[in-house]
């Protein structure tokens, strides 16, 4: 079974709570977060992107969970399609 990895962009409350949810899944990996708030900090778990775009250019992301506010969706969603 393949193994689909995830990049969430927005580590806020619904981002972590996702990233808890996903967690769960077999055949599913969080393996980057992109959030401003964390630039200076650092995980085992995951890579931290400050800047959602080049959380976008890595290309071992499988599928990319939008979790910013809303007004942002679109142009994440566009740039990542």
Known sequence: MKTYNIGIIGYGGFGKF????????EGIK???VSDR???DESSQEFRIYCHWQDLLENPQIDIVSIATPPALHVEIACEAM
């Open 18 to 25: 996702l990233h808890h949810w996903w967690s769960k899944l």
């Open 30 to 32: 969080v393996t980057a």
């Open 37 to 39: 708030s964390l630039k």
